[in-house]
């Protein structure tokens, strides 16, 4: 006797399709490794929530199966990056990638599960209230990649110099001449210390680490140099660098985290994605700007801030900006913070416009 086949669930909604544009589907996505938690509403209410492998090709397929009803998929920014949202908007899929940070939250502690969150983002797409953000395409990713490969070097080059230096004191070893500015000489002779043999085998492993890193970001240097040498960076480079106190570090940092800087309809999306906006708090007519709101790449927004140093340094107009600005403020940090404002300001406009600086009378 033959045994009938039960279908599932998914199967059997996949089964009955029969959509047309009358109809409104939106998708929740909870992306992870192995597997996604997914969440169908249809015409308003919950159709059906099912698990799926971690399959971008064959989640396109199934997502596919809902046209000409599907308004909208979505799921949050993370680890998984940007994979499954070029293979969903290569097959015409309507996709956005969410910010997690800007989603809704329930003021009250509620349970959380993969199941229950694929839910809300496909609730919340339905009502619009989800903040999408940019989705960059694959050869965008991956200049920006080696951008920030650069910056991770960079922070480990400072963590271990720190150590060294933190090592030395612990030890009552006195630095040698040049080591504020670490040069050559000051780590040769950093080298060459006596020490108990203990001490000298950490000391050297610390500064085989710090040569190891040295040497490492000569190299991502000089693949920076080539990629943003390319025709497709070459002109943007070039406006970006006509900007006072901008060179090839700030220039690459800028290009390769706003990309496409058009998707900005005016300045304060770009400066609240930079995480360049105060926390304003107004109540009445008192109003207090603080602090400046955590948002975007603080690598970029370091080096934005110590362009505006150099900046107001070459350029009299933008200094006598800053003294105005700090006669305001009564603090060097909060200028300079508005001085780093302004100059990404200039540079998504150049962008935009396609024109290098002009100095202003």
């Not at 799921?75 to 940007?82: D, L, M, Q, R």
């Not at 406006?239 to 998707?263: C, D, K």
Request: overall charge positive; glycine content about 4%.
């Amino acid at each position: 006797m033959a045994v009938k086949k039960t279908l599932s669930r998914k199967q059997r909604f996949f089964n009955k399709i029969n959509f047309t544009t009358d109809d409104e589907v939106y998708v929740g996505i909870d992306v992870h490794k192995k597997n996604c938690h997914i969440a169908i509403r249809l015409n308003g209410a919950l159709a059906l929530t099912f698990v799926a492998p971690s399959d971008n090709i064959a989640i396109a397929r199934m997502m596919c199966k809902l046209n000409p009803a599907v308004k909208k998929i979505v799921y949050e920014a993370g680890p998984t990056g940007f994979s499954l949202a070029r293979t969903l908007k290569k097959a015409s899929l309507p996709v956005a990638v969410i910010a997690p940070s800007k989603i809704p939250r329930p003021s009250a502690q509620q349970a959380k599960s993969d199941q229950i969150d694929c839910r809300k983002l496909a609730e919340f797409a339905e009502k619009d209230l989800l903040v999408e953000v940019a989705i960059p395409d694959s050869r965008q990713e991956s200049d920006r990649q080696v951008v920030r490969l650069h910056n991770h070097l960079r922070d480990k080059r400072k963590r271990i110099k720190h150590q060294i230096k933190s090592f030395l004191l612990q030890h009552n070893i006195p630095e040698p001449d040049g080591l504020k500015d670490w040069t050559k000489q000051s780590i040769v002779q950093l080298r060459n210390i006596e020490l108990c043999r203990q001490l000298r085998f950490t000391l050297a492993v610390m500064l085989d680490e710090l040569n190891y890193l040295l040497t490492q970001i000569k190299r991502v240097r000089l693949e920076l140099k080539n990629i943003y040498s390319k025709e497709h960076h070459s002109k943007q480079m070039e406006i970006l660098q006509s900007h006072p106190g901008v060179g090839p570090i700030t220039a690459r940092h800028f290009r390769a985290e706003v990309f496409n800087p058009e998707r900005f309809d005016k300045a304060t999306q770009l400066t609240r994605y930079l995480g360049l906006c105060p926390h304003v708090s107004q109540s009445g007519q008192k109003r207090i700007d603080g602090r400046l709101m955590k948002a975007g790449q603080v690598k970029l927004r370091a080096d934005l801030v110590e362009a505006s140093w150099v900046w107001i340094r070459i350029d009299p107009a933008a200094k006598k900006v800053f003294l105005r600005l700090l006669a305001n403020t009564s603090e060097p940090n909060k200028a300079i913070a508005a001085m780093a404002r302004r100059l990404a300001i200039h540079l998504w406009k150049m962008l935009c416009d396609e024109q290098p600086y002009r100095k202003t009378a």
